[in-house]
């Protein structure tokens, strides 16, 4: 396998689109809504057979082993070409998990399973009364022989109807002193009896998430990772990452490019009150990347993420939600119209972006959390 | 966030902190604004001997022969401290300006002795509000055997109190040229016009001044390249300055939230002001974020329209952020924060004559929206 970081940025941009732009399939280009696995299982199986799917892994496990700058460069061609978002909890969530708190049997039963596109993971982590306050959650497991017994459910499961395993956040200690203590992170096979789903249509229409129902499921006890009692850190652990993600200016970049290409098609560069709403949302969104760019560096240089990186998030999903609100306005009537609208030589698919938006702001911790997090942990407020 | 600064960088940001005293120094600032005065004649010395009035100044005419980056910590910490003394504007504006003039016997001493603190030439280009490189300007020089009579009017000239002459642009004909005029030249006059925050602008008057040949510092394109660029990066020196005033006035917030106590509570426990005041911290690291990499754009000495659309990147978001932290300070001081006793109103006042300066908020957005019609996305 070749050394992706010893090319140069431009050749390595070079190589990644080309394969992009020539080898996803067209029909799937673009689309509105999140792809299924059954659509995307082809894409998925030639990357891997590429040793592409997973940029972000080391090497030694299957990995591209893939430097922060040219990860970046990776996930801009991504949206460049647009291939759409992929069930890719096991790439970006188990796999750094398990390669940082598994034991070595985990990681080599499951991270092959996850680079061949045998294993699919969603996420278990909210439940109908544990949103914003996660660590309420109530779903337990129960010791029983050499399983686990966990009953409960979760909620806001993405793509659970495509997946083959799901993790889980479970209390395992309802003793503990503090909430966030006595709670387990468990790996668990969706066809295991007991489990049961029930889908849940979106905003835009689209069966994306679901409820998920444990009734007496057993897991074995090696599918325990880390700790008994200590799956709140490994979760924590994680949300540096994931919010370096969600605040990375690459969706609301999808947004921008759909309300520049519009107000070209309508001629309201000519109009100076749109034109000065957009440039503000431009900088608003370049300023992002000068941010972003700030907290990547750091990555690079191996320093751990601290609670600011929660900014990031609240300014991204911020700004797309307001690009995307800016698109509905820019098309007048148009604005109400469900699916592509045909202007001058463009067909655009104006409430996309406004939906696709929308849970930006709430997932994986809601902006509100994220102030919070911010006044206590950076500005030091008190409580 | 200093934690990106080199340890060279780190050093300078300390010195700077120590001579403003980390922000202790205001009695000094609201003394001079009482009387509308911005300039003490020790403090300049001062600045003089310790260098930072010739970052820019090339080493061969006795200056550091350092970047923007280095000019843009200095510019941060005298803007913490709410410095009145017209360091942007000299050390800057007016620099910059003379390095870009042809070479001449003339501009060596003038800019030796910006460096030095002995000469205290400013910059006199502008005369209409919303400009950006005088190209809206009136103000003529006409030729004669000898040199030129140069008549018109200038404005916005931060400094004029202080300077001891005028690099004052002007046509000649179509050519715009750069000349410069002693303080005291017959004919010239200046007028000071009051700020919110104690300092003035300079109205600088020149009725037919008399211009020795010797005098013309620069003419046509090399005149307008030196004062295009001087602009630029004076609009960056003064975002940082901005980022300085916004990140003192949003600690004295958050020291108030901590401290002031109502309904048995600090007021800083209330989720309404947190959230307030994280959005407001928001602001100011993309502010600090966008400048780091603006003045480093700005020294890897990009071609014209990057460069302006880089500076108008940085005093968009500088000077609003800065508006937007200051008046909120106001608010979170509460009815102590409307006192003049109280120094967020001093922070509130530098962040209104430090936006408006060199272009708004407002009018860098238009400039930036002129200068990048198809999007930000490289940017990004």
Request: charged share 25%.
């Amino acid at each position: 396998m070749s050394d992706w970081n010893a090319l140069g940025d431009e050749a390595f941009r070079a190589e990644v689109r080309a394969f992009f732009e020539n080898e996803f399939p067209a029909e799937y280009k673009f689309l509105p809504r999140r792809m299924r696995w059954s659509e995307c299982r082809g894409w998925y199986l030639k990357l891997s057979k590429k040793g592409w799917i997973a940029p972000n892994w080391p090497r030694e496990h299957g990995g591209m082993g893939l430097s922060p700058s040219k990860l970046l460069i990776y996930y801009e061609e991504t949206e460049r070409a647009g291939v759409g978002r992929m069930p890719d909890q096991g790439l970006t969530m188990v796999g750094p998990t398990l390669i940082r708190f598994g034991n070595d049997a985990q990681r080599a039963f499951f991270l092959p399973k996850i680079i061949a596109g045998e294993a699919i993971w969603c996420q278990g982590y909210s439940e109908p009364n544990a949103g914003s306050d996660l660590a309420s959650l109530r779903t337990e497991a129960v010791p029983d022989g050499n399983d686990y017994v966990i009953n409960g459910s979760k909620i806001w499961t993405s793509m659970a109807h495509d997946a083959t395993h799901i993790y889980v956040l479970a209390r395992t200690d309802k003793a503990a002193r503090k909430k966030q203590e006595g709670i387990s992170f468990f790996l668990v096979d969706m066809k295991t009896p007991g489990i049961t789903l029930r889908t849940i249509r979106n905003i835009a229409g689209h069966e994306e998430f679901c409820q998920v129902f444990f009734d007496n499921v057993r897991t074995p006890k090696e599918n325990l990772v880390g700790e008994l009692h200590k799956g709140w850190t490994i979760a924590k652990g994680l949300l540096g990452f994931e919010r370096l993600n969600i605040g990375s200016p690459r969706r609301p970049l999808q947004a921008l490019e759909k309300l520049e290409m519009l107000a070209q098609a309508r001629g309201l560069t000519a109009d100076p009150a749109f034109v000065e709403r957009l440039t503000q949302l431009q900088l608003d969104l370049a300023d992002l990347g000068s941010l972003y760019r700030r907290f990547v560096d750091k990555v690079r240089r191996g320093e751990a993420l601290g609670p600011d990186v929660s900014m990031l998030k609240v300014w991204s999903m911020d700004t797309y939600q307001r690009l995307s609100e800016l698109l509905i306005e820019a098309a007048g009537e148009y604005g109400a119209v469900e699916g592509e609208v045909a202007m001058g030589d463009e067909a655009i698919d104006v409430l996309s972006p406004f939906y696709n938006s929308r849970p930006g702001t709430i997932y994986g911790g809601s902006n509100e959390i994220q102030r919070n997090i911010l006044a206590k942990y950076v500005l030091n407020l008190p409580s | 966030m200093s934690e990106t600064l080199t340890e060279h960088a780190a050093l300078l940001a300390q010195s700077v902190g120590d001579f403003v005293q980390h922000g202790a120094d205001l009695p000094r600032v609201r003394a001079l604004a009482q009387n509308h005065a911005e300039f003490d004649a020790a403090q300049w010395r001062q600045l003089a001997e310790l260098g930072w009035l010739g970052v820019l100044v090339p080493e061969s005419c006795g200056g550091l022969g350092l970047g923007l980056a280095e000019a843009a910590i200095v510019a941060e910490g005298l803007g913490r401290g709410l410095v009145p003394e017209p360091y942007t504007a000299v050390a800057v504006l007016a620099a910059r300006t003379l390095e870009g003039a042809a070479a001449s016997p003339l501009r060596d001493e003038l800019l030796a002795g910006l460096a030095a603190g002995s000469r205290l030439p400013v910059l006199a280009w502008q005369e209409q509000p919303d400009d950006f490189s005088g190209l809206q300007m009136a103000t003529t020089a006409t030729p004669f055997e000898g040199g030129f009579r140069v008549s018109g009017e200038k404005r916005f000239v931060i400094g004029a109190t202080a300077a001891d002459g005028y690099v004052v642009s002007a046509l000649a004909g179509a050519e715009p040229q750069l000349l410069w005029i002693p303080r005291d030249a017959a004919g010239c006059s200046t007028a000071a016009q009051p700020l919110a925050d104690g300092r003035c602008y300079g109205s600088v008057s020149l009725r037919d001044v008399v211009v020795p040949r010797e005098q013309l510092l620069a003419s046509g394109a090399t005149a307008r390249g030196a004062l295009d660029r001087a602009l630029d990066h004076a609009a960056a020196v003064t975002s940082a300055e901005l980022v300085g005033v916004m990140k003192r006035a949003h600690e004295m917030s958050l020291d108030y939230m901590k401290t002031r106590v109502q309904f048995g509570k600090p007021i800083g426990s209330f989720q309404v002001l947190q959230h307030r005041a994280v959005d407001l911290h928001i602001q100011q690291e993309l502010a600090d974020a966008v400048l780091r990499e603006v003045v480093a754009e700005l020294d890897a000495g990009p071609d014209p329209a990057a460069r302006a659309r880089a500076a108008s990147r940085a005093k968009s978001r500088c000077a609003e952020a800065a508006l937007a932290i200051t008046r909120a300070a106001i608010q979170f001081h509460g009815a102590i924060g409307f006192t003049e006793d109280c120094d967020v109103g001093l922070y509130a006042k530098r962040a209104m004559t430090l936006s408006a300066w060199l272009g708004n908020g407002r009018a860098h957005r238009a400039r930036y929206a002129r200068l990048s019609a198809p999007g930000a996305r490289e940017a990004a």
